[in-house]
Structure formats: structure tokens, C-alpha cells
Nanobody, 124 residues
Framework: QLQLVESGGGLVQPGGSLRLSCTAS????????VGWFRRAPGKDREVIAC????????DYVDALKGRIIVSRDNAKNTVYLQMNSLTPEDTAIYYC?????????????????WGQGTQVTVSS
């Protein structure tokens, strides 16, 4: 059974950077497209990025394009989310999830396995 664990969250000052990791166990992560989502306080969960299976082509929501980079290291069974120029509006719980397809999706319902999330807090 595929299990996902996010890590790398924490407290960071505005303008700082973080790299989140999504590490899989139980199955090879390279068999899946992997999405990153977040849920800010008082807001709905939203998709922020996704990376395809295999070639690892990334898709980003326009609002964050240029500040985030998704990559994958299949040898480590891990997908990363690099976030730069963080602002307090980026404060949220960040989740990764897998889709049993080559292609990405921006719909949370298309993703099956989810991690437990990692908290990112941007504050001075």
C-alpha cells in the first residue's frame, strides 16, 4: 500500500525559502503523477502544482508560478516542492497526493493517496 509522508515544513521569515519533501513507501512513486496542495487557515484546499509521471513535467498555478519549483528524484522515491520568496499568505498545511496516471490534474478528486501534511508558517 502506498503511503506518503511530507516533511520540511516549519517557521520561516517573509522572503525566505523552504523545500518540502514528499516521500513514498510501499510502492514506487515514479508510477504516479504527484500533486501538491495546500490549505490555508479558514480557506479551502487548493492545488498549487503537479508533476507528471516519468518525464516529470511540472504544472503550476498562475498565482505561484515563478516562486515554486516541483521536482522528483525517483531513486529516492521523493518529490520536492521548492518555495521561494515566501509571504504570510503562504502559511498553510501543505499536502502531497498521487494520481495513478501519467498526467497531472488540478482536481483533488483525481488523486488517491494523500500524506498527512506539513505545516508551513511564514511570519516575522
Amino acid at each position: 500500500q502506498l503511503q506518503l509522508v511530507e516533511s520540511g515544513g516549519g517557521l520561516v521569515q517573509p522572503g525566505g525559502s523552504l523545500r518540502l519533501s514528499c516521500t513514498a513507501s510501499g510502492r514506487a512513486l515514479d508510477a504516479y503523477a504527484v500533486g501538491w496542495f495546500r490549505r490555508a487557515p479558514g480557506k479551502d484546499r487548493e492545488v498549487i502544482a503537479c508533476i507528471t509521471r516519468g518525464t516529470g513535467t511540472a504544472d503550476y498555478v498562475d498565482a505561484l508560478k515563478g516562486r515554486i519549483i516541483v521536482s522528483r528524484d525517483n531513486a529516492k522515491n521523493t518529490v520536492y516542492l521548492q518555495m521561494n520568496s515566501l509571504t504570510p499568505e503562504d502559511t498553510a498545511i501543505y499536502y502531497c497526493a498521487t494520481r495513478g496516471s501519467f498526467y497531472c490534474s488540478r482536481s483533488a478528486s483525481d488523486f488517491g493517496a494523500w500524506g498527512q501534511g506539513t505545516q508551513v508558517t511564514v511570519s516575522s
